[in-house]
Each structure stands twice: as C-alpha cells, then as structure tokens.
C-alpha cells in the first residue's frame, strides 16, 4: 500500500483532479480562491481564464456534453460564486456532469457577513445534484472523490464543493487508492426482465409504434442500441432538442425533432400513434403540448435511468428503471426472438410517409432577403453535416435544430430545460477545447450573444478556434415572435438596433470579423471562416420578422400547429 504522505488542502485538490483525469478548468481567481489558484501555477492541468464566473461554468458545460466527461469550473466566494448559479441551473435542468470549486471566507468567519460572504451551498441547493462545504481539511479528498462520482453517475448532473480559505491552507494525508461508498445512493442500472419482456410484448402488440429518443440517449451513449431497435421493427423515430443526434436525421425513419418547434410529422405521428417507446426524456411541455391531450390513444413505455422522471408530467402503463443502452439491448435481444421478418407496420409507415412528403419544413426559398433558415442550410452544406453545433437560445436555436441535420449524438450543444440565453458563446470554447480537432460553430442571435460576448478575448488569448454565426435580426427574436403573435404587435422592448457594429466588434478584440447582408454572400463567407485560423465572427443581417415554424402555441396541443401560410 503506497506511503500517505501529508499537503496542503490545495495541492490535495490539485492531486484529486488530476486522478479523475482532469484535463481543464474554466474559471476566474479572486481574494478567497487565491490559495487554490497559486497551486494551479505549478499543476499540469490547464486552466483557461475566463472573463466572466457564469462563461466558466458554460464552459465546463460544453466540455462535458461534447467529451462525455466531467466538466470543472473554479471561482471565488461571494459575487464570483453567485455569477455560478446561471451556469450550474443550465447543467442541473440538462443533466450535465460538472464539479464546481468555489472559494470561500474562513471557518471562523462563516456566518458574520465577512467580506464576500455568501452561502453558496443553501443557494445552490436546489439546482445541484449534491454540494459539500468542507469545514475539515481530512474531509477534502473523500469530498472531492464523491462529488465526481455522484457528478458523473447514474443520471448526471452538478456538484458544487465550497472551501474555506483556511480548509486550503491547511494540512493532511493524501490517500490515493481512496474509494467511494455511499450509502442510499445507488443507481439502477439493469432494467428489470419481467418489465422488458413485458415492453417487447407491447410492442409486438402494437400497430403504430413511435420511439421517443431524449438526451438520456446520448448520456448512456445508447445511440448504437436505439438504431438497432428502430430498424429491427422500422419503427419511426423522433427526437427532443436534448436527443437530437442520437437517431440520424437523415434516416428513413427519422421523424427530427417533436413538440413546439418540431415537425408537422413528428407532432402528427407521436399524436397520431398508439405505442410511445420513450427512452431518456422527462416529457418537458415544450415537448408534450397540452399534457391531457398527449397521445391520448397511445400506451406509453418509459425507460429512464431516474425514478422520480417516470409519470411525474405523463401518465405511463409500463416503467422500466435503468440505463438505456443495458435495457434497449436487453429489449432487442428479446425482440429478436419474438418477431418475424415480415415488416409488420407498413401501413403506419406508409401513413408517416405520407406526412412527411405533405408537410416538409417550409420557408420561402425564392426570397429577395437573407433568410435565417437559409444560412442554416449552407452552415449544413459547407460543412458536410459534420460540424459541432453549438447554439444560443432564441429563434436561431430552433432553425438550427430543425435545418441542421445531426447524424452524431452530441453534436448539438444547447441549453434546454433553462433556456439560457448567452450559453452558446462560451460552451462553444469548452466544446473546442475537449474536442480540438472538430469544427465547431456557435450559432448565435444578436441578443444572446451579448450576454456573454466579452468571452471572446479567451477566445483569441487562447487561440481556440471556434466560428460564431449571428443570426441578426435587430430583435430579441423569440419574445418578438411573440409579441407579433399574440400580443397585436406590440414590440415592447424587443427592439436592439444593430448594435454594436459586430465586424468591428470582433477587431477589437484581434478577431475576423465578416459581414453579409446578401445570398450571395453566404457561402463565400462561411468558407473563409472555416479557412481562417482562429476565432471568427461572421454576422448574417437577416430579415427582422421572419418566425420560426411550425409553431404549436403554449399549451395546444401538438396537432394544433401554426405554420407560415397560416398567419
């Protein structure tokens, strides 16, 4: 058994991320993380300077839902700490595998208001899957082991660790064969095989099957499994926004992405069936529509790896707990017994055929004006469906989802459950940095952006070569849709100007900066940036009042669908 040896609560933390394979750390240093940042000076582990506490942990975010792995943001205590919480609700609401650092005043001092001061574990309690205040340094490996296995176990999601300044400056034994046990924490990871034979049964039973493939898919990394069922059965397949990728989009079978913004023919199929297969999706509204009206024909079977996910916002006739890709290889196994080779749901496929060739995604191709969806299906061109897209949350985030065809998981990084405007930009630096050797483009409106735009002197600090695509209407898009929709046009503080002057934005900070205003400007533009070795803006002015369709308006139903020769 090797020698423990004694050091400093710092260099324990250092020691303890570099034997989880820490490979980065996203932050910003300040009065009380001091201690912890001067042992970073001498680690091999690379820390990129941040300029903003929420970009850090965004950062950390897109590291860990582009590699798989956890992601690490670091911070000071108080307002550093705070400017975390943004981030770490936008993890927690994705499900996303991610340890925080912040620092924090002195044992002796918690309590009394002492210089920033501020309780970052009650704050964060509600969106953190555990957190830890370590008030004795001998509690700090085991605290720090735990957290990346609760971080990165059973369903993901973030763990935030405060320490006191005094707790990093103290001293103990550093143990590095320490193991976890926790007790009461003990995820399923094997569905239960009366409850699988019983899906494979439902199944056979069925005559208008469709799978429901969430990010839950892309957590197991069960993409490979998902295919295998589909095709064994032709059974059609849609995505949610976190899903999307696990079923390539340019399959057969593949019905894109449901629910508000989805496809005329995955809202009709899902409606229109009556056998949901969901695996890996808490059934969000933006997903179900009106919950009393969701597939009021259709039998549901729910695979989740969570418990508390299954029938909490639909009803569900058959649970089955565990890891997707453990219970869909269990469920293919026992399908492959039980079938015959016949296609045994022409008739459905036929009709979901039907749908898709009546009701493609539609915008006016022959339009004099630069069309948002348009850029999106030249970012796909011009870059083979093979880029990593990366995006902010408004109506740019929609047509991107619905216009560039994923055939990867993880290939589209977004905020989901939260919506986080400001997200894309610096998840993006994450993404690149976790994945060097990819294209990544951050698809970005001109509201959002701005939330988080100072992160381009990391950008270019660090040389990480990431493409930003603003969407550039002048408007905070969405909320201007809106407004036009259904609430008479009445634009109350949507309006942003085209400011600032993007291109000239981007130079001051030693960026390229390229603007297009025509067509024919598109292709030309998107080839130079991916040419470019470095950071690159590129700012599309599209037309200000294009709307993102289909549209099922907040609590219809999904066949209650607004499409653009309708309004």
Excluded at 147 to 175: C, H, M, W
Aim: net charge neutral.
């Amino acid at each position: 058994m090797p020698k423990k040896e004694r050091m400093k609560g710092t260099k324990i933390v250092v020691e303890s991320l570099m034997d989880e394979g820490v490979e980065y750390i996203f932050g910003i240093p300040g009065g009380s993380i001091i201690p912890l940042y001067d042992e970073y000076y001498d680690s091999d582990i690379k820390h990129i300077l941040m300029r903003h506490e929420q970009a850090a942990a965004h950062a950390a975010d897109g590291y860990a839902r582009s590699t798989g792995r956890t992601g690490v943001c670091t911070a000071t205590s108080g307002p550093g700490a705070t400017n975390l919480v943004t981030g770490i609700a936008t993890a927690y609401m994705d499900s996303v595998p991610m340890v925080a650092l912040t620092g924090q005043v002195p044992t002796t001092s918690i309590g009394n208001d002492a210089f920033q001061e501020a309780d970052i574990t009650g704050i964060t309690l509600s969106i953190t899957k555990h957190n830890y205040l370590v008030k004795d340094v001998n509690e700090l490996q085991r605290i720090i082991k735990e957290a990346f296995y609760i971080a990165s176990t059973g369903r993901p999601g973030p763990v935030l660790i405060d320490l006191p300044k005094d707790v990093q400056t103290g001293d103990a034994e550093y143990n590095p064969e320490t193991t976890v046990n926790l007790r009461g924490y003990k995820p399923t990871y094997k569905g239960h095989p009366a409850q699988i034979k019983k899906a494979a049964d439902m199944i056979i039973a069925a005559e208008r099957p469709v799978i429901i493939a969430g990010g839950g898919v892309t957590i197991s990394g069960a993409n490979k499994e998902l295919i295998n069922l589909a095709e064994l059965l032709n059974i059609p397949v849609a995505t949610t926004i976190m899903g999307k990728g696990t079923f390539p989009e340019d399959h057969l079978l593949s019905l894109g992405i449901l629910g508000m913004h989805g496809t005329k023919y995955a809202n009709y199929s899902v409606s229109g069936s009556d056998l949901i297969i969901a695996i890996g999706t808490r059934f969000s509204d933006r997903v179900t529509g009106d919950v009393s009206r969701f597939a009021s024909d259709a039998k549901i079977i729910h695979i989740d790896i969570d418990p508390a996910e299954i029938g909490k916002n639909v009803r569900v006739d058959l649970p089955i707990v565990g890891d997707s890709k453990n219970i869909l290889n269990s469920l293919v196994s026992v399908l492959k017994t039980n079938i015959s080779k016949e296609t045994k749901y022409k008739n459905w496929l036929d009709k979901v055929t039907t749908w898709k060739k009546e009701y493609p995604l539609y915008f006016d191709k022959k339009a004099d004006t630069l069309k948002p969806q348009y850029v999106i299906k030249k970012l796909y061109e011009a870059t083979n469906g093979d880029a990593i897209m990366v995006t902010e949350v408004g109506q740019h985030q929609m047509w991107t989802a619905q216009y560039y065809l994923c055939k990867n998981p993880r290939q589209f990084i977004s905020s989901g459950g939260l919506g986080t405007m400001g997200y894309g930009f610096p998840a993006s630096l994450g993404v690149k940095m976790g994945l060097p050797d990819r294209l990544v483009f951050d698809v970005a409106g001109d509201g959002s952006f701005q939330m988080n735009c100072q992160e381009l002197a990391t950008a270019v600090q660090n040389n990480i070569d990431v493409k930003v695509a603003i969407i550039n209407n002048g408007y905070l898009g969405m909320v201007r849709q809106w407004q036009e929709l259904f609430y008479n046009r009445r634009y109350s503080n949507t309006r942003l100007g085209y400011l600032p002057d993007f291109v000239k934005f981007a130079e001051s900070y030693n960026a390229k900066g390229i603007r297009v205003t025509k067509k024919s400007e598109v292709e030309d533009a998107i080839k130079e940036a991916v040419k470019h070795d470095g950071p690159v803006l590129i700012d599309f002015r599209v037309e200000e009042e294009e709307n993102v369709f289909p549209m099922v308006p907040a609590g219809a139903p999904l066949t209650n669908i607004l499409e653009v020769d309708k309004i």
